[in-house]
C-alpha cells in the first residue's frame, strides 16, 4: 500500500473515495475486469431501509455493500445491467478503524472492498484472502 494519508482531521466522504479508488486500481486486474463497471459511493451510514432489509439494527454494523448483478447471474445476451454499485460507509469505517488501531486506513478500505466483491462473486475467505494479499 501506499503512505498513510496524514489527515490531521476526520477523513471526509471524498478521502475515503479516493482511498477506494486506488485500492481497486491495486486489486489484480483480473479480480477488477470479473467486477465489470463499478460505481464507488460513500455515505456517512447506510439508509435505514438497508440496514432494516439486512436485519442489522446498529447503524455502526455495516462497513459496505455490493449492489449489483451477482456474476452467475448476468445474461450476456440480455439488455446490459446497470453499473454495479460499492457503497462504503464512512462512520462505521472510521470506528473500525479506531477501535482496531494496527491497520492503516487504506489497509481497512481495501478490506471492506474486497470482502463486498468476493462475497458478491460467490467466493471463499481463503480466495478473498488471497486477493486481498495481492493488492498489498
Not at 445474461?75 to 482496531?100: K, N, Q
Not at 463486498?116 to 486481498?132: F, P, R
Amino acid at each position: 500500500m501506499s503512505e498513510p494519508h496524514p489527515f490531521g482531521k476526520a477523513p471526509s466522504l471524498d478521502d475515503l473515495a479516493a482511498l477506494a479508488e486506488a485500492a481497486f486500481q491495486a486489486l489484480p486486474a483480473g479480480f477488477r475486469k470479473l467486477t465489470g463497471d463499478v460505481v464507488f459511493r460513500v455515505d456517512d451510514f447506510p439508509a435505514d431501509e438497508v440496514l432494516d432489509d439486512l436485519g442489522i439494527e446498529d447503524p455502526f454494523g455495516l462497513t459496505g455493500l455490493y449492489q449489483g448483478a451477482h456474476i452467475g447471474l448476468r445474461d450476456v445476451g440480455g439488455p446490459a445491467a446497470g453499473p454495479s454499485m460499492i457503497f462504503l460507509y464512512r462512520r462505521p469505517i472510521l470506528d473500525e478503524w479506531a477501535e482496531h488501531g494496527e491497520i492503516t486506513l487504506e489497509e481497512l478500505v481495501t478490506h471492506v472492498l474486497v470482502h463486498e466483491i468476493g462475497h458478491h462473486m460467490g467466493l471463499s475467505d481463503a480466495d478473498i484472502d488471497a486477493i486481498e494479499a495481492s493488492a498489498g
